[in-house]
Structures are given as C-alpha cells and as structure tokens.
C-alpha cells in the first residue's frame, strides 16, 4: 500500500508559479497511474491531470498550456509544474495513485494552493 504526502502549496499572485510535489512510500510509484486532483471550496473535486508508468499525460482542459505533470520513479515522487495561475485555481490539492487492474484509488491529504493579490 503506497503512501502519499504532498507539498509545496502556498499562495502566490496572479500569475505566478508554484510547483507541488508527492512523495510517496510503502511502495513504488511505477504500479500506478498517478494524478493530481483538486478540490475548491463548496466544489467537488476534480481532476488536474493524470500520467501513467509510460509518460503519457492527461489535462484538464482548464489547465492546458498551463500546468505540467511529472514524474521521478527513481525518486518516488510526483510533480504538478503550475504556471500562471489565477484566482480560480485556489483549492486543496491531492496526490492520488490508482492500482492499474484493480482501480483501487489512494490519496494524500492535500496541499492548499491560495491564488490572490
């Protein structure tokens, strides 16, 4: 069972940049598709962006063009690059991993991205 911690949220004006990572243990991220997702107060959560074992990458169309998923599986850690932000990217933001057959969904306990002036 993989663990997940995320960091590296904070607030940051519009149009600025942040980068999150998600450290992860008990287990290598090469099992699972991994994926960020994001939660804005009195919405539901919702996906960020996704990328599997082989680097292929899913987006959110809100966040085309904008933000970049990675991954170090040597270093067992997850990346979101996120540039230029705005307001309505303030949320929680969690780290998940998905068991690629099964579907089991783990998750961290978030990081708070806050986009303000």
């Known amino acids: 069972q993989v663990q997940l911690v995320e960091s590296g949220g904070g607030l940051v004006q519009p149009g600025g940049s942040l980068r999150l990572s998600c450290a992860a243990s008990g287990s290598s991220i090469s099992f699972y598709l991994m994926g960020w997702y994001r939660q804005a107060p009195g919405k539901q959560r919702e996906l960020v962006a996704t990328?599997?074992?082989?680097?292929?990458?899913n987006y959110a169309d809100s966040v085309k063009g904008r933000f970049t998923i990675s991954r170090d599986n040597a270093k067992n850690t997850l990346y979101l690059q996120m540039n230029d932000l705005k307001p309505e990217d303030t949320a929680d933001y969690y780290c998940?991993?998905?068991?690629?057959?099964?579907?089991?969904?783990?998750w961290g306990k978030g990081t708070l991205v806050t986009v303000s002036s």
């Open positions: 998940n991993a998905r068991t690629r057959y099964t579907f089991i969904d783990y």
């Open positions: 990328i599997n074992n082989g680097g292929s990458t």
